[in-house]
T-cell receptor, first 114, second 118 residues
Framework: AQTVTQSQPEMSVQEAETVTLSCTYD???????LFWYKQPPSRQMILVIR??????QNATENRFSVNFQKAAKSFSLKISDSQLGDAAMYFC???????????FGKGTRLSVIA | DTGVSQDPRHKITKRGQNVTFRCDPI?????LYWYRQTLGQGPEFLTY????????KSRLLSDRFSAERPKGSFSTLEIQRTEQGDSAMYLC????????????????FGPGTRLTVL
């Protein structure tokens, strides 16, 4: 069974600085998708960024980028120029595409210090 | 375009009572998923539908749980004889069918229903 591990329960970053959240996963599949979702306090989960495993190029979305290391089964999220609104729970998730449910990690709580 | 909506947002019930939650997916999204999220954990898959067909149920979905999507639009999740261990956030997500018949890999989540069983 696929598993997703987020080893950092909590992280903090100074406003305008850069922070990296870690995620590792276990799978025997070669083609899959990886996601980072953000869940602000008492608000719904929104997609931050997605990566297709067959693409070697790391995905980027504005201030958010990933470091995808397929052989190491690692998928970290880098947030640049951190803003107060980035404070949230961040979940790493794995999926085999539109046919299967997502498998989530336990999350990392990110605090942004003004 | 409205997002995924869930009703109610909060539900407090006494142990042994039945509860029902509703999820309205994004319009024309064929796939609808239910997840459960307990405190300090990530969401865990419960079940999902393609249109009105329930395609998969996880082992977390005990006999006390039942889900329906009768017309392929909204879905309901019912928990019978609630137990304190059922206290959690119940999340609904949906995803569209893309051109060419493939399903999108990205799921869009609703705000969740927080259940507290006393």
């Amino acid at each position: 069974a696929q598993t997703v591990t987020q080893s950092q329960p909590e992280m903090s970053v100074q406003e305008a600085e850069t922070v990296t959240l870690s995620c590792t996963y276990d799978t025997s599949e070669s083609d899959y998708y990886l996601f980072w979702y953000k869940q602000p306090p008492s608000r719904q989960m929104i997609l931050v960024i997605r990566q297709e495993a067959y693409k070697q190029q790391n995905a980027t979305e504005n201030r958010f980028s990933v470091n995808f290391q397929k052989a190491a089964k690692s998928f970290s999220l880098k947030i640049s120029d951190s803003q107060l609104g980035d404070a949230a729970m961040y979940f790493c998730a794995y999926g085999l595409g539109g046919n299967t449910p997502l498998v989530f990690g336990k999350g990392t709580r990110l605090s942004v210090i003004a | 375009d409205t997002g995924v909506s869930q009703d109610p947002r909060h539900k407090i019930t006494k142990r042994g009572q039945n509860v029902t939650f509703r999820c309205d997916p994004i319009s024309e999204h064929n796939r609808l998923y239910w997840y459960r999220q307990t405190l300090g954990q990530g969401p865990e898959f419960l079940t999902y539908f393609q249109n009105e067909a329930q395609l998969e149920k996880s082992r977390l979905l005990s006999d006390r749980f039942s889900a329906e999507r009768p017309k392929g639009s909204f879905s309901t999740l019912e928990i019978q004889r609630t137990e304190q261990g059922d206290s959690a956030m119940y999340l609904c997500a949906s995803s569209p069918r893309l051109a060419g018949g493939f399903f999108a890999d990205t799921q869009y989540f609703g705000p969740g229903t927080r259940l507290t069983v006393l």
